[in-house]
C-alpha cells in the first residue's frame, strides 16, 4: 500500500476504512487508530502563487498570467477568490507588459524618456525580468 506511515505508531500496516471529506481513511493493523492523508494533487510552488497575484492586481488578465507562468488560469482564479485580491478598477490607464533579459532591461533605464508618462514596475521572473508600464489612454 502507498499510504503514509500511522501518525501514532508509525506502522506503515494498515487498511482502507471508507472516505471522509474527500479523503481516503485508514485503519492501522497495529493499533486500530484511525487517519486520513492529504489528497495527492499537484502542488504549486509558492513563488508562482504570490507572481500570479502580484500579475493580477498590476492588472494582468488570468489568460495572460497563465500563458507568462505556465499556470492554469484556474488555478489562478482559485488564488485570487482564496486570497481575497482585488484588482483595481482601471479606467484612465491601461497595462502593457515586456519580458526583458538583463542586457536589454539595462538599455531600456539608459534611456531617461523611458521613464517619464508612466508607471512602471519590474518583477524578476526567473532568469527574466517582467515590465509593466501603465499609460494613458488617448482620448482622439
Not at 508509525?10 to 486500530?32: D, L, P
Not at 482559485?78 to 497595462?95: C, E, F, I, L, S
Not at 534611456?111 to 524578476?124: C, M
Request: some cysteine; overall charge positive; aromatic content about 12%.
Amino acid at each position: 500500500m502507498a499510504q503514509l506511515a500511522c501518525p501514532k505508531c508509525e506502522s506503515k500496516e494498515a487498511t482502507k476504512s471508507g472516505v471522509v471529506g474527500g479523503r481516503q481513511r485508514y485503519k492501522c493493523k497495529n493499533c486500530g487508530y484511525h487517519y486520513s492523508v492529504a489528497k495527492a494533487g499537484k502542488e504549486i510552488n509558492s513563488y508562482y502563487v504570490i507572481k500570479a497575484l502580484q500579475l493580477y492586481v498590476e492588472g494582468v488578465s488570468y489568460r495572460e498570467i497563465e500563458r507568462l507562468l505556465g499556470v492554469s488560469h484556474v488555478s489562478v482564479m482559485n488564488w485570487v477568490k482564496k486570497y481575497g485580491m482585488k484588482a483595481p478598477r482601471q479606467t484612465d490607464y491601461h497595462p502593457t507588459y515586456k519580458i526583458l533579459n538583463q542586457k536589454e532591461l539595462n538599455e531600456f533605464f539608459q534611456d531617461t524618456n523611458n521613464l517619464k508618462g508612466a508607471g512602471l514596475v519590474v518583477t524578476e521572473l526567473g532568469d527574466k525580468y517582467m515590465m509593466i508600464r501603465w499609460e494613458r489612454f488617448r482620448q482622439g
